[in-house]
Nanobody
Framework: QVQLVESGGGLVQAGGSLRLSCAASGPTNRTYAVGWLRQAPGKEREFVAGISWSYGNPRYADSVKVRFTISRDTAKSTVLLQMNNLKPEDTAVYYC??????????????WGQGTQVTVSS
């Protein structure tokens, strides 16, 4: 089973940028899609962005379109999330997970341990 490890979180001021990285190990050749999801305190986990492992087709939540970019490097088994123009409402623990694609949280599993992103105003 694929294992995922996130990195790259931190504290940034509003308007700043961060790049999250998700390193995958295991049978990635069986992976259909990888997604980034987040969970803010007191809120449910929500979809942020996802990408097809084979074809690289991205999908984004409306709240992050234009500001966030997801990409993948299949040779390095890595998925990146470039986050620009961050807002305080982006503060959350960010997780990567493998899934069947789409925007529903339930379509993703094999969650990583998460990385904290904090955006100060």
């Amino acid at each position: 089973q694929v294992q995922l490890v996130e990195s790259g979180g931190g504290l940034v001021q509003a308007g700043g940028s961060l790049r999250l990285s998700c390193a995958a190990s295991g049978p990635t050749n069986r992976t259909y899609a990888v997604g980034w999801l987040r969970q803010a305190p007191g809120k449910e986990r929500e979809f942020v962005a996802g990408i097809s492992w084979s074809y690289g087709n991205p999908r984004y939540a409306d709240s992050v379109k234009v500001r966030f970019t997801i990409s993948r490097d299949t040779a390095k088994s890595t998925v990146l999330l470039q986050m620009n123009n961050l807002k305080p409402e982006d503060t959350a623990v960010y997780y990567c997970a493998v899934g069947t694609g789409g925007t529903a949280v339930g379509r993703y599993s094999n969650w990583g341990q998460g990385t904290q992103v904090t955006v100060s105003s």
